[in-house]
């Protein structure tokens, strides 16, 4: 399982720093979805969400996302619902961490 410290430091680049708030955004929209894909059983579009959020943490300054959404991939691939769950908390709990800075 992917952890995340808390002392968390952002990277955030001051040239994308206004995109943050949408790019937070649209991860709280993804996380809800996945949420109800994990509660459907579809593994499939969770791994492709996570490959997503696994793509795009680092270049938005959030290296833990990018942990994250790798550690959710692996466990949607592998059909774990406890791990995919485990992930889907820690997305989350990271998220309402970011906004709270």
Do not use: C, W
Request: proline share 2%; no cysteine.
């Amino acid at each position: 399982m992917t952890d995340f410290h808390e002392d968390v430091e952002l990277e955030v680049a001051e040239a994308i720093q206004e995109l943050v708030p949408g790019y937070l955004a649209n991860r709280d929209e993804d996380l809800a979805e996945m949420t109800t894909l994990l509660a459907d059983g579809d593994f499939t579009r969770i791994s492709v969400l996570a490959h997503n959020i696994k793509g795009t943490g680092g270049s938005y300054g959030f290296p833990e996302v990018t942990a994250i959404g790798a550690a959710l991939e692996s466990s949607a691939k592998q059909g774990d619902a406890a791990g995919s769950g485990a992930q889907l908390t820690l997305l989350a709990s990271f998220l309402v961490r970011v906004r709270n800075l």
